[in-house]
Nanobody
Framework: QVQLVESGGELVQAGGSLKLSCAAS????????MNWYRQAPGKERELVAT????????NYADSIEGRFTISRDNAKNTVYLQMNGLKLEDTAVYYC?????????WGQGTQVTVSS
């Protein structure tokens, strides 16, 4: 079965950096686009970044303002989110996601907390 396992979230000071990882299994990873979402307390889940199956195309939410980079290693079945210049408003649970045919799959999330 499809599994997505995020890691790398932690408490970090504003202005700092973190790199999140999402290890995928149970499907042909290199075939499918991957996404990172986040959900802050009391807010709706927000799409942060997307990456095509080959990694050649990426897209980001306007709120990211060039601070994050999504990448993938198809040999390792892993997608990453490098986050630089973290702000207080980046505090959220970050989720890895993919859509395979008509089904959506989510990881359990990893908590990122940015402190002042």
């Amino acid at each position: 079965q499809v599994q997505l396992v995020e890691s790398g979230g932690e408490l970090v000071q504003a202005g700092g950096s973190l790199k999140l990882s999402c290890a995928a299994s149970g499907f042909t990873f290199s075939t499918w686009p991957m996404n990172w979402y986040r959900q802050a307390p009391g807010k709706e889940r927000e799409l942060v970044a997307t990456i095509s199956s080959t990694g050649g195309t990426t897209n980001y939410a306007d709120s990211i303002e060039g601070r994050f980079t999504i990448s993938r290693d198809n040999a390792k079945n892993t997608v990453y989110l490098q986050m630089n210049g973290l702000k207080l408003e980046d505090t959220a649970v970050y989720y890895c996601n993919t859509r395979i045919r008509r089904s959506y799959y989510w990881g359990q999330g990893t908590q990122v907390t940015v402190s002042s």
